[in-house]
């Protein structure tokens, strides 16, 4: 983050501004990404009418940075009126989040005119039959990469998106190699999100432990590694002070279907812009403000951890597993990757693991069907 | 002196911030922070009120300063803007500079 970027993002916190702001347009999607966490029917999406109203809410309410994600968003026939509305009238700094499989060089040049800041692209590796396995749809590789030349030409800034899988991992040096080579910039994620009705198995799609290590002491990723793996200082008062992060501080998230939450990753519903005023919410919803009172020193079982003052920990992935003040597993496992250390929860898990034996054998004929007879 | 018509640059990104402006540069993606005088500017310009006109109305009474020093000021303020691609200068009025200020 730029110093004055830091520096508005500590003066929005102390205003209670929602500096940032996703909102998904849609969650249909041209794509199957077979890790996606949505359900792909359209329940109700916003109307034109409903989003520009939102987006005055949100104008009003002092938001500056604007993403724009989905689903796909330009499966959405009016994206273009309500990017123009964003830019033109609204004045929002905008990011889109697209495959941008369907961009071709008018829609590139129309992006470029409307002042777009970034244009973030779903590409999980340089091999068509690893992405497009990824996607199940064939050829979007290439219709995504083609997107990029198109948007990459007309002067804009593209970012290449890479979850890690287990199935993709080993591609990851090449997918950042083409990047470079296209003036692309380029991010990683180990992140694999459950589904939003809470079914987890997509999570088994995601990097083991010997990868994950690996990735995280790749010097061309992070740099220095003894550095970046190190074990961090024992939390003071002062850290243990500190928030877990931007969600519902200065960073909110909005579903298609109106429904206000403090991050994509974090389902927590707060209130629908269809009922009542985005400001009420933001301001006022009990649980964005029981999110917002969270401090490190709150979290159960990570407040004594090592790892409590370096943890990636991701409030919403704590929420999926049950609890929001808890540990989240995903940040555990990075944190024992990075350093070799187990996290509190993973220690405790290992206890509680242990405590479960079975002290003597249950008889073959209780639970069959003729004992219950 | 020739007139000069400013206009907000529609590629660049704005927003008030607790009485502070934000500017994101359409060109880079740089940000900035209007001080007082940037920030009249800023919302006075719709490229059709000429600058002088600005300076006089918001800047001289604003802060009690001479119109020929005021408006030497503003037109090397407006010139850096220019320069950052976040405001348009011209001679002529200049068209499309719509958007609402927040």
């Known amino acids: ?137 064939p050829g979007s590789l290439k219709r995504s990469l083609d997107a990029a030349r198109f948007l990459k030409s007309q002067g804009l800034r593209v970012i290449f998106a890479n979850v890690l899988m287990a199935q993709n991992v080993q591609d990851y040096p090449a997918v950042r190699a083409m990047a470079a080579e296209m003036g692309i910039e380029s991010t990683l994620d180990p992140t694999i999100t459950p589904m939003m009705d809470g079914n987890r198995s997509v999570l088994s799609l995601g990097i083991g432990r010997e990868d994950l290590r690996e990735v995280f002491h790749d010097t061309a990723l992070v740099g220095n590694v003894e550095e970046f793996c190190a074990i961090a200082d024992p939390a003071d008062e002062n850290s243990l002070h500190a928030l877990p992060c931007s969600a519902s501080h200065t960073t909110c998230y909005v579903s298609p279907y109106g429904d206000v939450f403090p991050c994509v990753q974090f389902p927590l519903p707060t209130g629908n812009v269809r009922k009542q005023r985005f400001i009420d919410i933001w301001r006022h919803s009990p649980q964005m403000n029981d999110v917002r009172s969270i401090r490190l020193k709150h979290l159960t079982t990570c407040t004594s951890c090592t790892h409590v003052s370096s943890c990636s920990r991701c409030p919403g992935l704590a929420y999926m597993e049950g609890n929001m003040r808890g540990p989240s597993s995903q940040d555990c496992e990075r944190s024992f990757a990075r350093t070799g250390i187990p996290s509190a929860n993973m220690i405790a898990k290992k206890r509680l693991a242990a405590d479960l034996v079975q002290i003597r054998n249950i008889p073959s004929s209780i639970g069959s069907p003729a004992a219950m007879a | ?69 005021a408006l030497q000021d503003a037109e090397t303020l407006a010139r850096e803007l220019a320069g950052h691609e976040i405001m348009r200068i011209s001679e002529q009025p200049i068209a499309g500079s719509g958007g609402v200020l927040r």
């Open chain 1, 1 to 137: 983050m730029s110093g004055l970027l830091e520096e508005m993002t500590d003066r929005a916190l102390k205003l209670n501004v929602p500096l940032s702001v996703q909102i998904d347009l849609t969650y249909r999607c041209n794509e199957r990404c077979v890790h996606c966490y949505l359900d792909h029917e359209d329940y109700g999406e916003m109307s034109t009418a409903e989003i520009k109203q939102l987006l005055d809410q949100l104008a009003e309410a002092g938001v500056f940075i604007l993403t724009l994600s989905g689903g796909e968003i330009f499966l959405r026939k009016d994206f273009f009126e309500l990017l123009e509305y964003a830019r033109r009238q609204l004045t929002f700094c905008v990011k889109l989040k697209t495959n941008a499989i369907l961009v071709r060089d008018a829609e590139a040049a129309r992006i470029r005119d409307l002042g777009v800041e970034s244009v973030q692209i779903s590409i999980y590796s340089h091999r068509p039959e690893v992405h497009d396995a990824i996607t199940l749809v």
């Open chain 2, 1 to 69: 002196m020739t007139n000069l018509y400013i206009a907000r640059n529609p590629r660049a990104a704005a927003r008030n911030l607790g009485g502070e402006m934000m500017i994101m540069s359409g060109r880079d993606s740089t940000l900035f922070t209007l001080n007082k005088t940037a920030t009249i500017l800023w919302q006075a310009a719709d490229g059709t009120t000429p600058l002088n006109e600005i300076v006089e109305n918001r800047i001289c009474s604003e802060f009690n300063v001479a119109l020929s020093e």
